[in-house]
């Protein structure tokens, strides 16, 4: 989202230290291989297809926003911005045509597209998919005895320092004084959160409504609170997700300055136009856009994943969990979403969304779509043929932290 840094998952990078690989010269040592269509999966997709249309839209302006020939890997191909946005379109097209009929839909990819999937999909120790949403807090932009803890905009001498203050520095007011105060809000601990995911919406005491967005950080490595609350036997496995880790914090009010001091990453924001703007700077649709490492996958890509996600009662407890198979773009990163196993899923904004993200923790299947085109044309060559990377800044929670 936006910069977005939730891409919280909050809940996983507690667990995870996955370490990265990165890309390998040779097609056998490639965390992405290109599928034999008897190989393809049956594609289903259990939510309304008008955001899919919207996110892939919105993802054609990304695109249009690159040159035609630049270039993206997948695997072991490499395709140009001109095709990949002929795909999508393509992609558009198909599921006008097809109305709703997954089976056409199946036949349509089959005959005409190239899958990737990512090699380790069927291992026990796949892909881990976790979730993000775009969170709202309470502010006024001065500050009172309620509204007490600022949002802070990035100094000048930010990226020209390093290492720049940490976050306990910053707590204890070593930037105070200097009019960087973007905006006050009333919960501590609901802000900790914010850094994480990396945008949100702030409701103002006024009535109006600011959205903030990722703006920098002051360069030190993320470290998740969640695995040190477990490694003190604080909490166990079960209870840590971003709900369990926010009740323990406010049952132990003195246990907050040195557990948030743990991490001693810092978020500095900026307000921004829309809602939840994703790595490619478009905004994010809730429930179609995945987050993960783009020095591995392709940015902008057409994706889809299936994985499981909660049922939940009306009173909002999880009850069991059902399957999620979705069409989605990948247009997101984050700070702890590192490593081909790492995928997190954009929820969006409101209660539902941050149930989900904030306990969703499951493993699943990730693949990549992309329209053939002859051989010849997208094959990669070793020696000549480089990839081209677009990491737009994000500020969406998820794009430069991620995890609890």
Not at 211 to 222: E, L, M, R, S
Request: proline share 4%; with cysteine; glycine share 8%.
């Amino acid at each position: 989202m936006r910069r977005i840094i939730l891409v919280v998952a909050l809940y996983v990078a507690l667990l995870l230290s996955t370490t990265i690989q990165g890309c390998a010269s040779v097609e056998a040592g490639l965390p992405v291989k290109r599928l034999e269509p008897s190989q393809y999966p049956t594609f289903t997709d259990d939510y309304n297809l008008t955001g899919l249309r919207e996110a892939i839209n919105r993802n054609l302006v990304y695109l249009n926003r690159l040159d035609d020939t630049k270039s993206f890997t997948y695997g072991p191909d490499v395709y140009t911005v001109k095709h990949l946005k002929e795909s999508l379109n393509d992609f558009l097209d198909a599921l006008k045509r097809s109305n709703g009929d997954l089976a056409a839909l199946n036949k349509h990819i089959r005959q005409h597209y190239a899958v990737y999937a990512y090699r380790g999909n069927n291992n026990p120790d796949g892909i881990i998919v976790t979730g993000y949403f775009v969170p709202t807090l309470k502010g006024s932009l001065h500050s009172s005895d309620t509204f007490r803890y600022p949002l802070y905009r990035p100094p000048q001498e930010l990226n020209k320092v390093v290492p720049f203050l940490t976050r306990q520095e910053i707590d204890a007011g070593a930037l105070s004084g200097r009019g960087l105060e973007l905006l006050y809000v009333d919960d501590r601990v609901d802000l900790f959160f914010l850094h994480i995911q990396g945008s949100g919406v702030i409701e103002l005491d006024t009535g109006d409504v600011l959205y903030v967005g990722y703006a920098g950080t002051n360069g030190h490595d993320y470290r998740s609170i969640g695995k040190l609350l477990m490694e003190e036997n604080r909490m166990d496995n079960r209870s840590v997700s971003m709900q369990g880790i926010k009740a323990y914090l406010r049952e132990h009010p003195e246990e907050i300055d040195r557990v948030m001091a743990h991490n001693p990453s810092y978020v500095f924001f900026t307000t921004t136009q829309e809602i939840g703007i994703g790595a490619c700077n478009v905004p994010l649709v809730s429930g179609r856009a995945i987050a993960t490492d783009l020095s591995i996958y392709p940015q902008g890509a057409l994706s889809y994943i299936s994985t499981k996600k909660a049922v939940l009662d009306n009173n909002d407890r999880i009850t069991g969990y059902t399957p999620l198979t979705r069409f989605v773009v990948n247009q997101d990163t984050g700070k702890a979403i590192v490593g081909p196993k790492r995928v997190d899923f954009f929820w969006g904004r409101g209660k539902h969304a941050e149930i989900q993200a904030g306990t969703m923790r499951q493993s699943g299947n990730l693949y990549f779509l992309v329209k053939k085109q002859p051989q010849k044309e997208h094959k990669k060559d070793n020696k000549k043929s480089t990839t081209q990377k677009h990491h737009a800044k994000s500020t969406t929670s998820h794009v430069k932290q991620n995890g609890k």
